[in-house]
């Protein structure tokens, strides 16, 4: 009786259309049978350095020269003959199917059969955290047809595309909804810059108790400060209490407050701390598996606090490579976690020592890596001076936004209440003296002619109309 594996096998050697559609979502170890592997393995990397397929003559000399064992050899070459006998290429629509069944049924029974080994692990080299993923994994095998769009052939799905609401989590300053064009999207990395102390923490606690207070779940990673720290924080800003107060409070009126707090949202928080540099995106894709594991948790926007003093998964402690490589395989990597998980993260980074004390931050006061604004997709600065600390306000600069155009309200203040960890929306009038602000012409206001004034947003104002 022939074998579903020796079909596939023929039809990888003898039809070329069939095998260029498959090859690339079959494994080696999808073949049980060890000599059905050798000459899966054999095709496959004749294929492959090649770019063309194998005949039977340039398989058997392969074999005939390999390091195998002479058993081994023997019925590698017993195989292609009988494959060679029997050339004639199969059906090609329901081979296809058929292999995309064998490919889905034998990634599920490796994944188990993994997950069973992590199981009996005594060595604890593996964690339980990664079972999920693995199943996942296997269950969403499947041939992708699609080979790119199709500019002509396509305008209708890049027309729905245009007018596709996408899914963003929102934040509840105006300013930032606008420059955003209403949030933070799904699978982006988006970065705020600023000095020590200038308010990295409180942008990230704020707007995580702002997408709590929507519903919404949030995982908030932290390496800087203790997960009680940040709930202090989040607590000052959502119960409306400042943080000198916090530990004064009564639990009666704390409890009663948070019960409040609880009726309101329908959203959870979850805060995990890590050691200063000692995770990286391998650690969070577990911590979001066995969140979802084991609290049925599945987060709507992360923030990590913040992306310096993580770690990279793919370049090792010590290795020997400079800041910029190191950092910007960080920034790859969670921008990697945002796509795989469907969700946007939020984390921040230091200014360098010039970009400290300087009021006008750019791209180039970035620490460290200038690779992490070139992966991030939005990139924005917070300044502090002692004029804007008096008047309870923090400057913000757009650098770089892939959302818009980052010279409309390319800078503009919030107000901060730092004694509650909150940040608000200034009065209009904050607005008027920043030097390009870059203003769009609906919110300009009108002038004695019905029209909308038409400013030059430098530091020459140039005429109004």
């Not at 095709?43 to 000399?61: C, D, G, M, Q, R």
């Not at 392969?62 to 023997?74: A, D, Q």
């Not at 997950?115 to 992708?144: Q, R």
């Not at 402690?317 to 795989?340: C, D, H, P, Q």
Request: proline content about 3%; overall charge negative; glycine content about 4%.
């Amino acid at each position: 009786m022939k074998r579903l594996e020796t079909t596939i096998l023929k039809n990888l050697i003898y039809c070329e259309e069939y095998a260029r559609k498959v090859i690339p979502f079959i494994k080696q170890d999808y073949f049980s049978d060890l000599t059905e592997r050798n000459v899966f393995k054999a095709i496959y990397n004749f294929t492959s350095k090649f770019k063309t397929l194998p005949t039977h003559e340039a398989l058997v000399i392969n074999f005939t020269e390999s390091n195998l064992s002479e058993p081994e050899v023997r019925n590698a070459i017993t195989l292609l003959n009988e494959i060679h006998d029997d050339k004639d290429p199969s059906e090609q629509q329901w081979l296809t199917e058929q292999t995309e069944k064998f490919c889905q049924d034998k990634s599920i029974y490796n994944a188990i059969m993994e997950s069973v080994s992590i199981l009996d692990d005594k060595t604890h080299t593996k964690s339980k955290g990664e079972i999920p993923k693995l199943l996942s994994d296997a269950l969403g095998v499947s041939f992708d047809n699609s080979v790119g769009h199709d500019y002509l052939n396509d305008s209708d799905s890049r027309y729905d595309f245009y007018h596709r609401v996408e899914s963003r989590i929102r934040f509840d300053l105006d300013l930032f909804n606008k420059i955003t064009k209403g949030g933070f999207p799904i699978k982006t990395l988006n970065i705020a810059l600023a000095g020590t102390g200038v308010g990295k923490s409180l942008f990230m606690c704020h707007c995580s108790a702002a997408a709590l207070s929507q519903g919404k779940n949030v995982l908030y990673i932290t390496m800087e400060m203790a997960e009680e720290r940040i709930a202090e924080r989040i607590d000052a800003n959502l119960l409306n209490v400042d943080l000198s107060e916090l530990q004064t409070l009564t639990r009666e009126d704390y409890l009663r407050k948070f019960g409040v707090l609880k009726d309101k949202t329908q959203g959870k928080l979850i805060i995990k701390e890590y050691p200063t540099a000692s995770a990286h995106a391998g650690h969070f894709r577990s911590l979001l598996n066995e969140l979802k594991l084991k609290k049925n948790f599945t987060p709507d926007i992360i923030f990590i606090d913040y992306l310096n003093i993580c770690c990279s998964s793919r370049i090792k402690m010590g290795a020997s490579i400079n800041s910029y490589a190191y950092i910007k395989s960080i920034a790859e990597e969670l921008r990697g976690l945002a796509v795989e998980f469907a969700v946007p993260v939020v984390s921040a980074t230091q200014t360098t020592r010039s970009g400290f004390s300087n009021t006008d931050v750019g791209l180039e006061d970035t620490s460290e890596s200038f690779g992490l604004p070139a992966t991030a997709d939005f990139m924005f600065a917070l300044i502090s001076t002692e004029e804007l600390e008096q008047l309870n306000q923090i400057m913000v600069k757009q650098l770089k936004n892939r959302y818009g155009d980052p010279n409309l309200y390319k800078r503009f203040v919030v107000g901060v209440d730092r004694s509650k960890m909150r940040l608000y929306d200034a009065e209009p009038s904050a607005q008027a003296g920043i030097v390009d602000t870059g203003v769009p012409d609906d919110d300009k206001p009108l002038n004695t002619f019905g029209n909308r004034e038409r400013r030059f947003n430098s530091k020459f104002e140039g005429v109004k109309i």
